[in-house]
């Protein structure tokens, strides 16, 4: 089964949006867990049309499945 990394982000009103990837290994190294997060704000702030201080993030998580419920995107 792959693992993902996964994490949610938010803006006050606006409705959240888990994102997920791939991870590269199954220790996941701080350069790719960082990547990925910063990418999740980037695309949550361009989407929702807000700068990217106002996003909220989530708690990171490494070694799942693909994420169900609620909004979720790839990235």
Same mark, same amino acid.
């Given at each position: 089964m792959a693992l993902y990394l996964t994490q949610k982000m938010s803006s006050g009103t606006l409705p959240a949006i888990t994102y997920y990837r791939k991870q590269i290994n199954d220790h996941p190294s701080h350069t790719?867990?960082?990547? !990925?997060?910063q990418d999740a704000k980037n695309n949550y702030a361009t989407f929702n049309h807000i700068p990217v201080a106002n996003v909220i993030e989530g708690a !990171?998580?490494?070694g799942q499945g693909i994420p169900t419920g609620g909004k979720t995107y790839e990235i």
């Open positions: 790719e867990t960082g990547k !990925f997060t !990171f998580k490494s």
